[in-house]
């Protein structure tokens, strides 16, 4: 079984460009999350969707950070535009359910895509 | 509000010593727990979760961790560490099953030769 996906890796941009993450769950999986982890933190909830619909973005920057899930698969989370603070790895994670155990149903993570903002 | 506190940012031990991670909770109701680990530019992988079963939750490689409401901890052992166990490791509570995850800042092991 392929795990989730996440492109690109690495990106290191200016401060005020733009940025675009991709991220492809596991075949089949309802919800989908983006976390920002910080160096020295652990991660933080950015949103949170169940199929293509938003069930948590209460800890989304909404004047800089958009994320969207149009076919309820793959996301695509955006900062525009970006500030030296957005410099982190952004994770995306997958879980099998939502609405029959929550946050109980374990998450599979990706690998990250590591931000530097300059 | 829900929150964990990692006891130490960074814990070396020996190869073959026993591994202790401490992870102290905060919850205004029953929480549910759970230990990830993630080795070097990879993402978190689920260790074990507590989720009001048996106090003694086992979860993979060889770790375990045991719920102690009195004491609010909810600690990650291995009697003996193995290098491939170098990574950090997040513990992370979460107030009911529909709610969001909170995690640690993190602890650091490191296994010494």
């Known amino acids: 079984e392929a795990g989730v996906a996440q492109s690109p890796r690495y990106k290191i941009i200016e401060k005020r460009q733009s940025v675009a993450f991709w991220c492809n769950p596991i075949?089949?999986?309802?919800?989908l999350y983006w976390y920002q982890q910080i160096l020295g933190q652990g991660p933080k909830l950015l949103i949170q969707?169940?199929?293509?619909?938003?069930?948590?973005d209460s800890q989304l920057p909404k004047d800089r950070f958009s994320a969207e899930r149009l076919k309820g698969v793959d996301s695509t989370l955006k900062i525009q535009p970006a500030k030296l603070e957005d410099s982190a790895v952004y994770l995306c994670?997958?879980?099998?359910?939502?609405?029959?155990?929550?946050?109980?149903?374990?998450?599979?993570f990706g690998p990250g895509t590591r931000l530097l903002v300059l | 509000a829900q929150s964990v506190t990692q006891l130490g940012s960074h814990v070396s031990v020996s190869e073959g010593a026993l591994v202790l991670l401490r992870c102290n909770y905060s919850?205004?109701?029953?929480?549910?727990l759970f230990w990830y680990v993630q080795y070097p530019n990879q993402g978190l992988q689920l260790l074990l979760k507590?989720?009001?079963?048996?106090?003694l939750v086992k979860g993979i490689n060889g770790f375990e961790a045991e719920f102690k409401k009195s004491e609010t901890s909810f600690h990650l052992t291995k009697p003996s560490a193995h290098m491939s166990d170098a990574a950090e490791y997040f513990c992370?509570?979460?107030?009911?099953?529909?709610?969001?995850?909170?995690f640690g800042k993190g602890t650091r092991l490191h296994i010494l030769p």
């Open positions: 507590y989720t009001s079963a048996a106090t």
């Open positions: 969707f169940q199929n293509n619909g938003v069930v948590d």
């Open positions: 075949s089949g999986h309802a919800t």
């Open positions: 994670a997958s879980s099998l359910e939502y609405l029959a155990s929550g946050s109980l149903e374990t998450q599979y």
């Open positions: 919850s205004s109701v029953p929480p549910y």
């Open positions: 992370a509570v979460t107030a009911n099953r529909d709610d969001k995850i909170i």
